[in-house]
């Protein structure tokens, strides 16, 4: 099994470098800086340094030869994602990524759903991906046709990287995405609500943002409409991020405050009568578990079994087996 790392010598490319090796697979390790590469391949002993950028795509599909799967790491994926994937395609080899960009992911799905030969999964994250797979669960769960699904994002304000302030000073410059009446549409933010959370008192604050399971979950979730929201304080800090502020945000988070970081997706649906089934899923160290979550996607997709084409984890993934996979990672999640 050889799987590349795409943006390897980057924050979240590196730690999905060092869960590769962990779990005994050798990465091949690829991006623009070949000192950086070098650098991350001595400490993984990855098997090979590919040398290329997203500005060819018959060079990242040359470095992509011979691969079962690519992971990229390389955001902002509004920016950049796209010639990953279909240097992946060329190549022969299936695709996942690590974005929390809800137009990214949404263009990637709808592009790519067709596709024949390879899977491509993007958003396999700690938000994206633990997000579809509650929701599906969540949804299944409740009796009757979901009229509104909610996917919510409810961590607190915690440690971010470079790359995180970037892809976020992407997406708060498009509106956010929400789907109604069969279709998705962009909305302006409205009036701020309220939600419990589990494991808290009381309730907080919450208001619309762009996350990837709106792009996802109506593709496998029959639902009249289908929205996400963050804690109000999490929306207003990314919407005052710029790119130049963005460059300010250290590369590395601090370590002590990243593994003490939690993070949790909820998913609520409720029917036309006002009944309602919900579904959590929670852990610590948020970008550690993006390295697990990408590395076990790609593993699997290694092994085969998935459909064809742009999927969402959902999809391409029995979710309650994943979810039971995370679990020794100190994850936890419940469906009621």
């Not at 809800?102 to 790519?112: A, D, G, N, P």
């Not at 609500?193 to 619309?208: C, F, K, L």
């Not at 999490?234 to 790119?243: I, N």
Request: aromatic share 6%; charged share 25%; glycine share 10%.
């Amino acid at each position: 099994m050889k799987i590349a790392v795409y943006g390897a010598s980057g924050f979240t490319g590196g730690l999905t470098a060092h869960e590769l090796r962990r779990r005994g697979l050798a990465p091949v390790v690829v991006g623009r800086d070949e000192e950086r590469l070098r650098r991350v391949a001595a400490e993984v002993d990855a098997d090979e340094v590919r040398v290329a950028g997203v500005e060819d795509v018959n060079a990242l599909a040359a470095a992509f030869k011979g691969c079962d799967v690519v992971v990229n790491c390389a955001g902002p994926f509004t920016l950049w994602g796209e010639p990953v994937v279909r240097a992946a395609i060329a190549a022969g080899a299936h695709y996942v990524d690590t974005a929390g960009e809800q137009h990214y992911v949404h263009h990637i799905l709808t592009t790519f759903r067709e596709e024949s030969g390879i899977t491509i999964v993007p958003a396999m994250a700690d938000d994206g991906g633990p997000g579809d797979l509650i929701a599906r669960l969540t949804a299944e769960r409740l009796a009757a046709t979901p009229a509104d699904l909610l996917i919510a994002d409810l961590r607190r304000l915690g440690a971010a990287s470079r790359g995180t302030a970037r892809s976020m000073a992407a997406v708060a410059t498009l509106d956010p995405l929400e789907f109604s009446d069969g279709d998705w549409r962009p909305v302006k933010a409205g009036a701020p609500s309220t939600i419990a959370v589990p494991g808290e008192q009381g309730e907080v604050t919450v208001g619309s943002f762009a996350l990837p399971g709106v792009a996802m979950a109506p593709r496998h979730i029959k639902a009249g409409r289908v929205r996400s929201a963050l804690r109000e304080e999490v929306v207003e800090l990314f919407l005052s991020l710029s790119a130049g502020v963005a460059e300010s945000v250290p590369e590395i988070p601090d370590a002590e405050q990243r593994a003490s970081d939690r993070w949790l997706m909820l998913a609520q649906a409720t029917d036309e009568q006002g009944r309602q089934a919900q579904g959590w899923v929670t852990g610590l160290d948020p970008y550690r578990l993006t390295a697990v979550i990408a590395v076990e996607g790609a593993r699997r997709l290694a092994e085969g079994g998935a459909p064809s084409g742009a999927r969402t984890p959902a999809e391409a993934f029995d979710p309650t087996g994943f979810l039971n996979f995370l679990e020794p990672f100190g994850v936890t999640w419940q469906v009621k």
